[in-house]
């Protein structure tokens, strides 16, 4: 099963920063932002792709943070996000995990004519926020 048919639906401004064009790139990742007028196929083959990196602390017998856990480790066993460092420390008075994790989240990227979301997000990744593979 594929990103689309798997996550498809997913538009968490929260989570991603903009809306997700799905399908996306000839890759199977979620464009981020909407695509501006009709793509060729050429075009969809051509898009860059951009890299965000994440890390936190999840306290695992905390409900929160063991979904957002399993949220993150989904799509990384499907191929969206790509985990870098992963660390476990047991707590003996909690009983339960706190894990470290870095990932990145994959995105492709729409080619647009006028400054907008995806821009803004491409240059918060560049200045630290994030970091940007491509470039």
């Known amino acids: 099963m594929g990103l689309v048919e798997k ?11 903009d809306h997700l064009t799905w399908p996306g790139t000839d890759a199977g990742f979620p ?32 409900q929160a943070d063991a979904l957002e856990y399993l949220y993150v480790q989904e799509r990384a066993v499907n191929g969206w996000f790509k985990v870098l460092d992963r660390e476990k420390i047991y707590d003996p008075i909690k009983r339960g995990y706190r894990i470290w994790l870095e990932w990145i989240q994959v995105y492709g990227v729409a080619p647009v004519e006028q400054p907008d979301a995806v821009h803004s997000l491409v240059a918060r990744a560049r200045g630290g926020d994030g970091f940007d593979m491509a470039g």
Do not use: C, N, P
Not at 7 to 17: I, L, P, T, V
Not at 39 to 51: G, I, P, V
């Open 31 to 62: 464009i981020l932002g909407r695509v501006a007028g009709t793509m060729k196929q050429q075009e969809y083959e051509d898009l860059e792709h951009k890299f965000t990196y994440h890390a936190r602390w999840f306290t695992m017998w905390e």
């Open 7 to 17: 996550f498809g639906a997913e538009q968490s401004r929260d989570r991603h920063g």
